[in-house]
T-cell receptor
Framework: GAGVSQSPRYKVAKRGQDVALRCDPISGHVSLFWYQQALGQGPEFLTYFQNEAQLDKSGLPSDRFFAERPEGSVSTLKIQRTQQEDSAVYLC?????????????FGSGTRLTVV | GQNIDQPTEMTATEGAIVQINCTYQTSGFNGLFWYQQHAGEAPTFLSYNVLDGLEEKGRFSSFLSRSKGYSYLLLKELQMKDSASYLCAVRAYGGSQGNLIFGKGTKLSVKP
């Protein structure tokens, strides 16, 4: 597609519920990143994929967070047993490559509210 | 650790020039990015610096000094639509670890 698409745009979850957030990167983009952005803060890195391989998951805040990209295109970020502190905007970004000169294109994000 | 600092808020007048500063301390450096983010929207790419000096692109310019760990974004001929958050981000590693480390963002308000 023309840009990075994320769904749903908004998600309200009850505490303890599991959620799945989807990211459709730009076609052909090798690299895919997930970020978490709290209100009034900059994005914080969660995890990185190169094709289907998850090369870095050091930013995932707990074992309740899990991400996958099984076919090297669409990615899903899953949060189990959601907590109120998980409330944030979850941004996905994709890039043509992993070299320094490749730009990153962000999606509009999924705003998760845990009540 | 990784640290990127930028002012929290700035206010400027339509038609004026504003400079948003960013200082960074990171383990390694492989490029500095500036992004613009309107409320509720995706960050959009503004500029990229990897070598020292000034990069100019229309009304926007970005400067980098690697020895000082310092960058600034210069916005000229400010327009009301420039009211947004401006994010400074450093790519600390090359190769497969290409994630960006972001500052908290500078919220710019442009007033008539």
């Amino acid at each position: 597609g023309a840009g990075v698409s994320q769904s749903p745009r908004y998600k309200v979850a009850k505490r303890g519920q599991d959620v799945a957030l989807r990211c459709d990167p730009i076609s052909g983009h090798v690299s895919l990143f997930w970020y978490q952005q709290a209100l009034g803060q900059g994005p914080e890195f969660l995890t990185y994929f190169q094709n289907e391989a998850q090369l870095d998951k050091s930013g995932l805040p707990s074992d309740r967070f899990f991400a996958e990209r099984p076919e090297g295109s669409v990615s899903t970020l899953k949060i189990q047993r959601t907590q109120q502190e998980d409330s944030a905007v979850y941004l996905c970004a994709s890039s043509l490559g992993s070299g320094a000169n490749y730009g990153y294109t962000f999606g509009s994000g999924t705003r998760l509210t845990v009540v | 650790g990784q640290n990127i600092d930028q002012p929290t808020e700035m206010t400027a007048t339509e038609g004026a020039i504003v400079q948003i500063n960013c200082t960074y301390q990171t383990s390694g450096f492989n490029g500095l990015f500036w992004y613009q983010q309107h409320a509720g929207e995706a960050p959009t790419f503004l500029s990229y610096n990897v070598l020292d000096g000034l990069e100019e692109k229309g009304r926007f310019s970005s400067f980098l000094s690697r020895s000082k760990g310092y960058s600034y974004l210069l916005l000229k001929e400010l327009q009301m639509k420039d009211s947004a958050s401006y994010l400074c981000a450093v790519r600390a590693y090359g190769g497969s670890q290409g994630n960006l480390i972001f500052g908290k963002g500078t919220k710019l308000s442009v007033k008539p």
